[in-house]
């Protein structure tokens, strides 16, 4: 399931979020792939590899919606996983950050009056065009003061509003209508102004409305006056490029902002907008660099969820969070107070990290922050074993402080505690870990806790090689990624015959395995193997296209690779088909010509796992024998002294190894360029009528 990153566009969809934003957390907002690392150490910060547990190496965007959800504020929905094997990357654990952001809901509803569907813009001051637009027409429809004529000429000018910057001409006030009408229709010259960004006219209109007798206007007007000033605000700390200068602002302004906020709650504690307007108060501290105040807001939102008041996003706020206070240059841990926010820095300054002027938090450091855990003395327990264990690599210490939870209220720091004293286990006595991995397995009843010690017990699967474990109809393992990654990373060559050839294992299965088997076989020459499997391909293996094939094939290991029909390299060097090729090499593996054919398939087809860029002569995937690289053929004959055709096309090759970028993609070490120029000299000297010697214009 992998994912483009879109966590900024679900913070801008909060209301909370008045303002086009660009994310300044660690994992938010940035538009790449990501690929899942299988191997959770715990400590090493990585946003594409999370797990539903309390843990430094974690987003912490992740640490706080688990922390939310324990609060009982966040209801986190079940991973959906990838469906097909081949393709597989995520499946439950780990998975994105942002995946389980989306996965997100809230468990306590928003006090805040919802916006249509089709509110989609990223800026919030165009979100509340159709909200907007619906709001006003009933208004005027039901308002007893506007004649129908008014009323039917007051609807359709509102409804010319349909885009936000679209320059909108402002309306005519006819001075015929009745006062009312001419209210609502200075109303209307308000917002155009707002959706056009003309913030100062704005605000005049809405101020001179926000004393008027209509009550919807009234009150409208004046939480317009909210939104207009936010936004005159924010843009005074913009620069020529979109970025934002916090120290722009003027004080003055945002003192403003927080007294025009502070009178509509005042003059409207149970209005209608009034969810919406205290969330506007967080906007203004961090516009003000009050982050103390903001802080408290924060808290005090997270510990009043029945408030009218209450206005949290759970999609939004662990982003908002991250970037407005662990984010902000005016950060100071002393700030910190509540268990919520400590716990998030705590385990973000238990990571590993070479940033410069980075400095863990220290034993000292955590033990002082005691007190501020007396309501959640369970959790302060965790992040001291945490910190023994990750920071002080004292697995016995860890595994004293942390004590048994059974409090089903806080059901990820129960994981949490479960999976590290897995961890400590595993230092402490790997025979001990591998069966307690196997009884929380047992017992896991959610799909994500079943996933997460799925991933725990791998590594004792992967030593032991335990085929079973990954095939049937009921597999220990059942997460397709994991199969995956045993399948196609960690099977040794008896492990994926012994897949090929069973009665448990399913299709998919059987066709990874056989692919897997035949394309490591052929990187590591152990032609006699292929040879023997190769009578296994499908008979249909050449409709097995990753790309541009059948559809019903798309998704499976790709066979069409191990089709190919052979090459002419010239009338005198003729190259067969791969099935005969390599039964040609399991004869005469040190053949010339074959091993240059061999070059000629591999450059063909190019597989992830046939290229070793270092010097090492096999690679980690326990597989035997010396991995093959067309470089190191074309230098033996090279090196030879008989002069032939077939070393001139060695020449030809082993220079174009670096064509066009100068980086070698022939899978031995590196040549230098001067070794490079003498290749280029003897294919120009000693074959100067070879149409390669003419071709060849640079040696890169």
């Given at each position: ?80 996983g990838?469906?097909d ?43 509340t065009?159709?909200?907007?637009k ?47 009408a ?57 620069g ?50 009050q982050?103390?105040a903001l ?52 385990l ?71 999976f ?64 995956k ?24 299965q ?79 593996p ?36 010396p ?74």
């Amino acid at each position: 399931m992998t994912l483009k990153k879109t966590i900024l566009t679900t913070l801008l969809l909060s209301s909370i979020s008045p303002l086009l934003l660009l994310s300044h957390t660690t994992h938010a907002g940035v538009d790449f792939t990501c690929s899942p690392n299988f191997n959770v150490d715990g400590k090493s910060y990585d946003a594409c590899s999370n797990v539903p547990v309390l843990i430094p190496s974690n987003d912490n965007q992740v640490n706080m919606s688990l922390l939310l959800s324990d609060l009982g504020l966040a209801e986190l929905q079940p991973i959906k996983g990838d469906t097909d094997l081949w393709t597989s990357t995520y499946a439950q654990v780990p998975f994105e950050a942002d995946t389980l952001i989306q996965m997100s809901k809230n468990k306590v509803n928003n006090a805040r009056q919802p916006t249509d569907k089709s509110d989609d813009y990223l800026d919030e001051r165009c979100r509340t065009l159709a909200s907007g637009k619906s709001g006003f027409i009933q208004q005027v429809q039901n308002n007893k003061n506007i004649s129908s004529n008014e009323k039917q000429q007051l609807i359709s000018a509102r409804k010319k509003i349909t885009g936000c910057g679209e320059k909108i001409a402002l309306l005519a006030v006819n001075p015929q209508w009745s006062i009312t009408a001419r209210q609502y229709a200075s109303y209307l010259n308000a917002s155009i102004a707002f959706y056009n960004a003309n913030y100062a006219i704005a605000d005049k209109i809405y101020a001179v409305l926000s004393t008027v007798d209509d009550t919807w206007l009234k009150e409208t007007a004046q939480y317009m006056l909210i939104r207009t000033r936010l936004n005159l605000v924010f843009s005074s700390g913009v620069g020529q490029y979109g970025d934002l200068d916090l120290s722009k602002i003027n004080p003055a302004d945002t003192q403003q902002l927080l007294g025009t906020i502070r009178n509509y709650l005042k003059m409207y504690p149970n209005g209608q907008y009034a969810a919406s307007a205290r969330g506007y108060l967080r906007r203004a501290f961090w516009l003000g660099g009050q982050q103390p105040a903001l802080i408290n807001e924060l808290v005090w939102q997270i510990q009043n969820p029945k408030s009218p008041y209450y206005n949290l996003d759970m999609q939004a706020l662990p982003a908002e969070i991250d970037r407005q206070i662990f984010g902000s240059s005016k950060f100071k841990a002393s700030h910190l107070s509540d268990p919520f926010f400590l716990a998030t820095y705590d385990l973000m300054m238990m990571r590993e990290s070479q940033s410069e002027g980075y400095k863990p938090i220290g034993w000292t450091q955590l033990t002082a922050q005691k007190n501020h855990f007396q309501q959640q003395p369970e959790l302060f327990q965790y992040l001291q074993a945490t910190h023994l264990l990750y920071l002080q690599n004292k697995p016995r210490e860890a595994l004293t402080v942390l004590t048994a939870l059974d409090n089903t209220k806080q059901p990820y720091l129960q994981l949490s505690q479960r999976f590290l004293k897995g961890k400590i286990l595993d230092q402490i006595s790997p025979t001990q870990a591998e069966t307690y991995w196997r009884e929380q397995l047992a017992q896991a009843k959610r799909s994500d806790a079943r996933g997460l010690f799925e991933l725990a017990l791998m590594p004792y699967l992967i030593k032991k090689q335990e085929v079973a474990a990954f095939i049937g109809k009921n597999p220990t393992i059942r997460q397709l990624n994991l199969q995956k990654n045993f399948i196609v990373d960690h099977a040794n060559p008896n492990a994926l015959q012994q897949m090929i050839k069973s009665n448990q294992a399913n299709n998919d299965q059987k066709q990874a395995a056989l692919f897997t088997l035949l394309s490591k076989s052929l990187t590591h020459q152990n032609y006699s193997l292929f040879n023997q499997y190769y009578r296994e391909l499908p008979a249909d293996a050449a409709q097995y296209k990753s790309f541009d094939g059948i559809e019903k094939y798309k998704d499976k290991a790709p066979f069409s690779d191990l089709i190919w029909n052979g090459t002419t390299i010239s009338p005198q060097l003729k190259c067969p088909n791969l099935p005969t090729l390599t039964q040609q090499l399991e004869k005469s593996p040190k053949d010339p010509l074959l091993n240059v054919c061999m070059g000629e398939y591999n450059r063909a087809h190019h597989f992830g796992w046939q290229y070793d860029d270092s010097e090492s002569t096999t690679l980690n995937d326990h597989f035997e024998g010396p991995v093959f690289a067309r470089g190191n053929v074309y230098k033996s004959l090279i090196r030879s002294n008989q002069k032939s055709e077939l070393q001139a096309y060695a020449l030809y090759r082993a220079i174009m190894c670096y064509s066009p970028s100068g980086m070698n993609d022939c899978g031995d070490s590196e040549v230098a360029k001067p070794v490079r120029k003498q290749w280029y000299d003897q294919i120009k000297r000693d074959y100067p009528n070879t149409s390669w010697a003419k071709s060849l214009k640079y040696y890169w």
